[in-house]
């Protein structure tokens, strides 16, 4: 009796599961519908580009000989370089790259990032895996970004993944370091407004436009390396990219990013 | 005790703009207190305007003590608070604390 109704059962717990992760993506978009009522909730994949004008027309003039153009070229080279074997990323990927909207994805237990699956593919393959630092894993990621514009992002969070969703939705809004931040009090509580000249961005669309060319980096550089140094300027301690915790905050930040257009590489200052 | 009391009405003052000229060093430096990220301070450049402008404090705050206690600890008053807790992180000594303490308390 009670095995029939186990898949009900099972089928109610999981649908309501996954609504979670829809209501936290709504409540993220009324969040910041409200705080910028004059702002397409959509617009925020500009980052602080959108909430300001000034910052904006600056923006818009480097925009015109984008700096990533050369890491988008190169990575395509590389992209279609053949592997040892014979084989390459087309066998891994479909769509000539163009898959970014579908990732991270939950797979083996683990969340696997573009990079992770960048290297899974080589792995496979019989190549080497690259740094993630590396200039050769943000070309091909920059290519892939490329390939891949324009398309919604689209993942989604199965009943096995939530464990991850929830850790990554907990380091979020974690106080850490030092000075006692969460992600959450500069890109929310206080979003909009000017810390010193930096006047802080929405968290909606952190994730759509990696990797990113950075004045102050001078070169492209990954959302984990951001991660970092959002985490170091609060004093806490900055985590190797691709570790466990940045992996599952960049789940959570894509999840509630459901439907947003990618747009990368970009850049920022 | 007479030389002593004549010491100290002299030296004090001295003392205080001391610590107030400390205090302030240390609320503009960007490594420190860096107040300025948040609030406008007169005699302060590239202020943030994340938290209320820095002014007439002992009208609003004629109690140096609930003022001491904003900066050791912002939490107390406010559990959501974006402002650093000075004090109990160690972001700055007591000492430090009290000489950004009278800085502000003269703005």
Known sequence: MFVRFLPVLFMILSSASMADVEADREAFRAFYAKRFSSIPVEAHVDGVYALDEAKRAQWLEMEEFPPYEFSVDDGEALYDEPFTDGSGYGDCFADGGAVKHLYPRFEGGEVVTMEVAVNQCRVQHGMESLAYDSEEMMQLTSYIAYASRDQLIDIKVPEDALPAYERGKQFYYSRRGQLNFSCSHCHMQIVGSQLRAEVLSASYGHVTHWPTYRLKWQEVGSLHRRFAECNGQVGAEALPLQSQPYRELEYFLTAIARGLLLNGPASRK | ?107
């Open chain 2, 1 to 107: 005790m007479k030389k002593v009391l004549f010491l100290l009405a002299v030296v004090s003052p001295i003392v205080m703009a001391d610590d107030i000229n400390k205090g302030r060093e240390l609320a503009f430096d960007r490594s420190r207190g860096n107040c300025l990220a948040c609030h406008m301070m007169e005699g302060g450049e590239m202020p943030g305007n994340v938290a209320p402008p820095l002014i007439a404090m002992k009208t609003r705050f004629p109690e140096r003590s609930v003022l001491r206690e904003q900066v050791w600890d912002a939490t107390i008053r406010n559990p959501e608070s974006v402002m650093p807790p000075y004090g109990r992180h160690g972001v700055l000594t007591e000492e430090e604390i009290d000489q950004v303490v009278d800085f502000v308390h003269s703005l």
